[in-house]
Protein backbone atom coordinates (compact mmCIF):
# COMPACT_ATOMS: atom_id res chain seq x y z
CA UNK A 1 0.00 0.00 0.00
CA UNK A 2 1.60 2.91 -1.43
CA UNK A 3 0.71 6.06 1.91
CA UNK A 4 0.60 9.55 1.20
CA UNK A 5 2.54 12.01 3.42
CA UNK A 6 -0.65 12.85 5.08
CA UNK A 7 -1.14 11.36 8.78
CA UNK A 8 -3.27 13.14 10.93
CA UNK A 9 -3.08 11.15 14.33
CA UNK A 10 -0.47 13.11 15.58
CA UNK A 11 -0.64 16.76 13.51
CA UNK A 12 -1.85 19.22 16.25
CA UNK A 13 -3.30 22.45 14.98
CA UNK A 14 -2.63 25.24 17.36
CA UNK A 15 -4.15 28.40 15.53
CA UNK A 16 -7.28 28.60 17.40
CA UNK A 17 -8.83 30.86 14.56
CA UNK A 18 -8.62 28.57 11.86
CA UNK A 19 -9.50 25.44 11.19
CA UNK A 20 -7.52 22.52 9.25
CA UNK A 21 -9.63 20.53 6.10
CA UNK A 22 -7.95 17.77 4.16
CA UNK A 23 -8.82 19.53 0.58
CA UNK A 24 -9.38 17.10 -2.51
CA UNK A 25 -11.14 16.70 -6.22
CA UNK A 26 -14.50 14.96 -6.04
CA UNK A 27 -14.07 14.57 -9.72
CA UNK A 28 -12.36 16.80 -12.59
CA UNK A 29 -15.01 19.86 -11.75
CA UNK A 30 -15.90 19.60 -7.88
CA UNK A 31 -13.54 20.79 -5.20
CA UNK A 32 -13.99 19.97 -1.35
CA UNK A 33 -12.39 19.99 2.00
CA UNK A 34 -12.87 18.09 5.17
CA UNK A 35 -12.38 18.84 8.54
CA UNK A 36 -9.16 17.02 9.76
CA UNK A 37 -11.33 16.64 12.73
CA UNK A 38 -12.64 13.72 11.25
CA UNK A 39 -10.31 12.76 9.12
CA UNK A 40 -7.74 9.69 10.00
CA UNK A 41 -5.67 9.12 7.30
CA UNK A 42 -5.49 9.62 3.85
CA UNK A 43 -3.99 6.79 1.53
CA UNK A 44 -3.41 5.37 -1.90
CA UNK A 45 -4.47 1.78 -2.32
CA UNK A 46 -4.48 -0.67 -5.33
CA UNK A 47 -8.11 -0.78 -6.86
CA UNK A 48 -7.71 -4.89 -5.61
CA UNK A 49 -7.12 -4.37 -1.83
CA UNK A 50 -11.20 -3.39 -1.97
CA UNK A 51 -12.90 -6.26 -1.92
CA UNK A 52 -16.68 -5.70 -3.95
CA UNK A 53 -19.85 -6.42 -2.22
CA UNK A 54 -23.18 -7.96 -3.94
CA UNK A 55 -26.21 -6.48 -4.12
CA UNK A 56 -25.07 -2.99 -2.55
CA UNK A 57 -25.50 0.13 -3.42
CA UNK A 58 -23.76 1.26 -6.85
CA UNK A 59 -21.51 4.04 -4.57
CA UNK A 60 -20.53 1.50 -2.15
CA UNK A 61 -16.87 -0.23 -4.23
CA UNK A 62 -16.84 -2.51 -0.89
CA UNK A 63 -14.88 -3.55 1.89
CA UNK A 64 -10.81 -3.37 2.96
CA UNK A 65 -8.38 -3.64 5.69
CA UNK A 66 -7.57 -0.53 7.10
CA UNK A 67 -5.20 -0.64 9.88
CA UNK A 68 -6.68 -4.08 11.11
CA UNK A 69 -10.28 -2.71 10.54
CA UNK A 70 -12.29 -4.06 8.05
CA UNK A 71 -14.03 -0.80 6.78
CA UNK A 72 -16.80 0.01 3.94
CA UNK A 73 -15.12 2.18 0.53
CA UNK A 74 -17.67 4.76 -0.71
CA UNK A 75 -17.10 5.95 -4.21
CA UNK A 76 -17.87 10.07 -2.80
CA UNK A 77 -18.64 11.57 -6.25
CA UNK A 78 -20.99 8.76 -6.98
CA UNK A 79 -22.89 8.98 -3.53
CA UNK A 80 -23.33 12.68 -3.78
CA UNK A 81 -24.91 12.41 -7.98
CA UNK A 82 -21.75 13.88 -9.48
CA UNK A 83 -19.66 12.65 -12.49
CA UNK A 84 -18.35 9.60 -11.62
CA UNK A 85 -15.08 8.40 -11.21
CA UNK A 86 -13.05 6.59 -13.84
CA UNK A 87 -13.82 3.16 -13.62
CA UNK A 88 -9.84 2.10 -15.19
CA UNK A 89 -8.43 3.02 -12.70
CA UNK A 90 -5.86 1.18 -11.09
CA UNK A 91 -5.59 3.14 -7.51
CA UNK A 92 -7.69 4.88 -5.38
CA UNK A 93 -7.45 7.61 -2.92
CA UNK A 94 -9.12 7.13 0.10
CA UNK A 95 -9.58 9.64 2.62
CA UNK A 96 -10.37 7.48 6.08
CA UNK A 97 -13.28 9.34 8.25
CA UNK A 98 -13.80 8.23 11.99
CA UNK A 99 -16.41 9.37 13.82
CA UNK A 100 -16.57 7.50 17.20
CA UNK A 101 -16.58 3.64 16.46
CA UNK A 102 -17.81 4.29 13.20
CA UNK A 103 -15.04 4.42 10.39
CA UNK A 104 -15.44 5.09 6.70
CA UNK A 105 -13.21 5.36 3.30
CA UNK A 106 -13.83 8.05 0.95
CA UNK A 107 -12.72 7.48 -2.46
CA UNK A 108 -12.10 10.65 -3.90
CA UNK A 109 -10.02 11.61 -7.72
CA UNK A 110 -7.61 13.55 -6.07
CA UNK A 111 -6.04 14.64 -2.64
CA UNK A 112 -4.27 17.96 -2.83
CA UNK A 113 -3.35 18.29 0.81
CA UNK A 114 -4.41 20.75 3.55
CA UNK A 115 -5.61 24.19 4.15
CA UNK A 116 -6.86 26.51 6.55
CA UNK A 117 -9.53 28.98 6.77
CA UNK A 118 -11.75 30.78 9.61
CA UNK A 119 -15.20 29.49 10.15
CA UNK A 120 -16.91 32.55 9.60
CA UNK A 121 -15.31 32.26 5.49
CA UNK A 122 -17.96 29.40 5.25
CA UNK A 123 -20.83 30.28 3.64
CA UNK A 124 -24.28 28.93 2.73
CA UNK A 125 -24.23 26.49 -0.20
CA UNK A 126 -28.11 27.06 -1.02
CA UNK A 127 -28.51 28.21 -4.64
CA UNK A 128 -24.95 27.70 -5.37
CA UNK A 129 -24.38 23.70 -5.45
CA UNK A 130 -27.14 20.86 -6.37
CA UNK A 131 -30.14 20.45 -3.90
CA UNK A 132 -29.16 16.44 -3.63
CA UNK A 133 -25.49 17.74 -1.95
CA UNK A 134 -26.86 20.38 0.53
CA UNK A 135 -27.12 17.46 3.45
CA UNK A 136 -23.54 16.32 3.18
CA UNK A 137 -22.20 19.98 3.83
CA UNK A 138 -21.11 22.61 6.21
CA UNK A 139 -21.07 24.63 3.47
CA UNK A 140 -19.05 26.55 0.61
CA UNK A 141 -15.94 28.57 0.66
CA UNK A 142 -13.63 30.44 -1.75
CA UNK A 143 -10.33 30.10 -2.28
CA UNK A 144 -7.98 31.76 -4.94
CA UNK A 145 -11.26 32.02 -6.73
CA UNK A 146 -12.07 28.34 -6.50
CA UNK A 147 -15.29 27.17 -4.46
CA UNK A 148 -14.32 24.54 -2.44
CA UNK A 149 -17.69 22.37 -0.97
CA UNK A 150 -17.02 21.94 3.00
CA UNK A 151 -18.34 18.53 3.74
CA UNK A 152 -19.46 17.27 6.74
CA UNK A 153 -18.39 13.92 8.09
CA UNK A 154 -21.02 13.43 10.40
CA UNK A 155 -23.74 13.67 8.00
CA UNK A 156 -22.07 11.06 5.47
CA UNK A 157 -21.53 8.74 7.90
CA UNK A 158 -25.10 8.86 9.11
CA UNK A 159 -26.65 9.12 5.33
CA UNK A 160 -29.26 6.73 4.24
CA UNK A 161 -27.60 5.89 1.21
CA UNK A 162 -25.40 4.09 3.61
CA UNK A 163 -27.58 2.55 6.01
CA UNK A 164 -27.94 -1.58 5.45
CA UNK A 165 -30.79 -2.84 7.52
Known sequence: MKKLQIDFNHQAIHNSREDGYLKFQLNQQTGAVLSITHTQEAIIVPVTSVTAIPNMPACILGLMNWRSHIIWVVDLPKMFNLECLDHRLRQYNI???????????????????????????????????????????????????????????????????????
Do not use: N, W
Not at 98 to 106: D, F, N, R
Not at 118 to 146: F, K, N, T
Open 95 to 165: IVIQIESMILGLVVQEIKGTTKFIPDDVRSPVGQVASSLVPYLCGCVVQQEEILLVLDAVHILQSAILRID
